[in-house]
T-cell receptor, first 112, second 114 residues
Framework: QKEVEQDPGPLSVPEGAIVSLNCTYS??????FMWYRQYSRKGPELLMY????GNKEDGRFTAQVDKSSKYISLFIRDSQPSDSATYLC????????????FGSGTRLSIRP | EPEVTQTPSHQVTQMGQEVILRCVPI?????FYWYRQILGQKVEFLVS????????KSEIFDDQFSVERPDGSNFTLKIRSTKLEDSAMYFC????????????FGPGTRLTVT
């Protein structure tokens, strides 16, 4: 079983739709959960991070973590064409220097 | 807004040559990382560096790789004898010790080994 699994898509939705992106993981040691956005041939850009289970909201973005199910989600409300990118879920353990383990990324396209 | 910078943006080298990829982390950050992403694949951890030593390295980071913080601002990744399979995007990341604890990534260096 892979440590982090993410549906690669592509996912195409109309502008204004609510987008739901998800990842599952197998390692119970993960404590910090992140979502990064990556445009083609660019570096990952941190969007959201959460510690342990719960929800976190930032503008149009909501991150959810359910540690009991080992399942994390990112919701994008009122999606815009500029949201078109690859979204990477990522997670790490508790230690300060912990490496990040990334999912394979979901390619999202928002149709005007 | 402070950001991680990397040079060069694209490096082409011949198999067997040495390359040095350079990074300038965010100025008050103390943890530094290198990741790579082979085209079409996931971002993979290579090495973490703190207090002038390697904290952790992956199985990819073999004896051909080394890292160094030669001065107070730069962080480098050296590949001693490049192979075709080293062709990838290499990302540097850095992390602070207070406030936000997460890693911020540079724009990457695209390494092409011919």
């Amino acid at each position: 079983q892979k440590e982090v699994e993410q549906d690669p898509g592509p996912l195409s939705v109309p502008e204004g739709a609510i987008v739901s992106l998800n990842c599952t993981y197998s390692n119970s040691a993960f404590q910090y959960f992140m979502w990064y956005r990556q445009y083609s041939r660019k570096g990952p850009e941190l969007l959201m991070y959460t510690y342990s289970s719960g929800n976190k909201e930032d503008g149009r973005f909501t991150a959810q973590v359910d540690k009991s199910s080992k399942y994390i989600s990112l919701f994008i409300r009122d999606s815009q064409p500029s949201d078109s990118a690859t979204y990477l879920c990522a997670m790490r353990g508790y230690s300060s220097a912990s490496k990040i383990i990334f999912g394979s990324g979901t390619r999202l396209s928002i149709r005007p | 807004e402070p950001e991680v910078t990397q040079t060069p943006s694209h490096q082409v080298t011949q198999m067997g040559q040495e390359v040095i990829l350079r990074c300038v982390p965010i100025s008050n950050h103390l943890y530094f990382y290198w990741y790579r992403q082979i085209l079409g694949q996931k971002v993979e951890f290579l090495v973490s560096f703190y207090n002038n030593e390697i904290s952790e390295k992956s199985e990819i980071f073999d004896d051909q790789f080394s890292v160094e913080r030669p001065d107070g601002s730069n962080f480098t990744l050296k590949i001693r004898s490049t192979k075709l399979e080293d062709s990838a995007m290499y990302f540097c990341a850095s992390r602070g010790t207070s406030g936000g604890y997460e890693q911020y990534f540079g724009p990457g260096t695209r390494l092409t080994v011919t």
